[in-house]
């Protein structure tokens, strides 16, 4: 009889036990999982990243296409060049030759030398093309005091309606391309500025082989990868549909 009502007893306390528990609905791995969206060097971006948030600074749409297009650049911070060993050309080798250091502004020369005030060591170097605007800049700083982290995300839908040259492309170019096709020497003397100098480089085909890495002309981005491929669609319907401004 003792027995019975010790085992009782035990079951008793281990259902109010359980009836205690809280359970906590599982939270999705941060890097390289399912719905993850990256996080420290060498993380893999999930290919379905979540939705952008305002708040935040993205590798993959704003820090990288802004430093290939203004420092990684035939002669300067390109894989093949790699002044002063500095490659900016990808996440990982701006992580570690870039000199970056997660929430640490001042002591990373990244952001020093795109702020330097000497004109032999700012960067990019004055006559390269077009200085970093403080806009630019600030997203540079912002991206690193949020940790300089390899994050990317979904603006939703891709809107291939009404593709004209000021609505979807001209956005585009100024983002991906002017830091190397514009100023008084553009890279290949190809300038990129402005709509009579865009549509000139559409017509015998030239930028879309180009952003979409095949045929003669050089791949661009240039020694980086492509352009998202919602971007190359838009380019490409733009051209088809005769270009318009």
């Known amino acids: 009889m003792k027995n019975l009502l010790t085992s009782i007893i035990f079951v008793f306390v281990g259902v109010l036990v359980i009836l205690s528990c809280k359970h906590e609905p599982p939270l999705p791995p941060l890097n390289g999982g399912t719905g993850g969206t990256g996080g ?14 305002p708040d ?16 990684a650049i035939p002669g300067c911070h390109s894989a093949d060049a790699a002044e002063d060993g500095v490659i900016l050309n990808n996440y990982e080798n701006i992580i570690n030759t870039g000199d970056v250091r997660p929430f640490d502004l001042d ?12 004109p032999d060591n700012i960067m990019p170097p004055p006559g390269d093309g077009n200085p970093l605007t403080s806009e630019q800049i600030g997203l540079i700083a912002a991206w690193i005091q949020q940790g300089a982290l390899n994050l990317s995300c979904n603006n939703g839908d891709c809107d291939t309606t009404n593709v004209t040259y000021v609505s979807k492309i001209e ?4 983002a991906k391309c002017l830091g190397c096709h514009s100023g008084s020497s553009p890279q290949g003397d190809i300038s990129l500025s402005g709509y009579a100098n865009v549509r000139d480089q559409s017509i015998d ?6 952003v979409q890495h095949v045929g003669t002309a050089t791949p661009m981005p240039y020694q980086s990868s492509q352009l998202p491929q919602c971007e190359i669609d838009l380019i490409r319907i733009w051209i088809e549909n005769g270009a318009p401004q």
Request: charged share 10%; proline share 12%.
């Open 40 to 53: 420290g060097p060498g993380d893999t971006l999930n290919p379905n990243p979540y939705p952008c948030d």
């Open 56 to 71: 935040t600074i993205y590798f993959s749409q704003t820090i990288l296409p802004l430093l290939v297009s203004n420092c």
């Open 107 to 118: 002591g990373s020369d990244l952001y020093e030398v795109i702020t330097e005030n000497d």
């Open 171 to 174: 956005p585009i170019i100024t």
């Open 205 to 210: 085909g030239s930028l879309l082989q180009a």
